[in-house]
């Protein structure tokens, strides 16, 4: 599987930004996708994920109300960020497990395929 992140940029403080993931290569039936970021000099944290098909989708408490996950079909999944915020700062990376998985703690991981990673700067 490979996973292409795009979408990433410098924008203001409370702007928004759409991040997109197009996943490529082999496909399974069933899988959770998963939004991830790491800040300069911070671990990777989770944001956000997914499970496919029919699941629900999870928040980090951080980007509740402000982030929103979604997808156009079985390949490709979005991060609407709204309300940005600099906090926000990261390489936003996404990722995709084998297993569907239906809580928070479950979609922290682990994954099995990563993409590259897309940075977004928020400027307060």
């Known amino acids: 599987v490979q996973l292409q992140a795009s979408g990433g940029g410098l924008v203001q403080a409370g702007g928004s930004l759409r991040l997109s993931c197009a996943a490529s290569?082999?496909?399974?039936?069933?899988?959770?996708m998963g939004w991830f970021r790491q800040a300069p000099g911070k671990e990777r944290e989770f944001v956000a994920a997914?499970?496919?098909?029919?699941?629900?989708t999870n928040y980090a408490d951080s980007v509740k109300g402000r982030f929103t996950f979604s997808r156009d079909g079985a390949n490709t999944v979005y991060l609407q960020m709204n309300s940005l915020r600099p906090e926000d700062t990261a390489v936003y990376y996404c990722a995709q497990s084998r297993r569907w998985m239906t809580t928070t703690s479950q979609m922290g991981g682990p994954y099995d395929y990563w993409g590259q990673g897309t940075l977004v700067t928020v400027s307060s």
């Open positions: 997914n499970a496919w098909p029919g699941g629900r």
């Open positions: 290569g082999r496909t399974f039936s069933s899988y959770t």
